[in-house]
């Protein structure tokens, strides 16, 4: 079983950053695309950034050139650099990735963390 442990959410001020951080736990044979989503209250879950095995990188408009996505493939390890924060990025934020296990190493199968919140007051 694999779990996606999300850290570095937190409460911050308008203009201010934070860094977040993603690590699978259990078996895995390997990541492919691995991601950061956002949902805030009301809302419907929406895609913030993401990054293929190879480091190429998407994003969302609202947050290009603010945030920055990057990843450890040796460390199996995801992280969202976010910079210039304002209360419109006040969410919670979930890691996904796309795992492949040693018993069927050609068949991805997603997996979510249990959310971070990130904060930003005005």
């Known amino acids: 079983q694999v779990q996606l442990v999300e850290s570095g959410g937190g409460l911050v001020e308008a203009g201010g950053s934070l860094r977040l951080t993603c690590s699978p736990s259990g078996s895995i044979f390997k990541i492919d695309v691995m991601g950061w989503y956002r949902q805030a209250p009301g809302a419907q879950r929406e895609l913030v950034a993401t990054?293929?095995?190879?480091?190429?990188?998407n994003y969302a408009d609202s947050v290009k050139a603010r945030f920055t996505i990057s990843r450890d493939n040796a460390k199996n390890t995801v992280f969202l650099q976010m910079n210039t924060l304002s209360p419109d990025d006040t969410a919670v934020y979930y890691c996904?990735?796309?795992?492949?296990?040693?018993?069927?190493?050609?068949?991805?199968?997603?997996?979510w963390g249990q959310g971070t919140q990130v904060t930003v007051s005005s």
């Open positions: 990054i293929t095995r190879g480091l190429h990188t």
């Open positions: 996904n990735a796309f795992i492949a296990h040693y018993d069927d190493p050609y068949t991805y199968r997603t997996y």
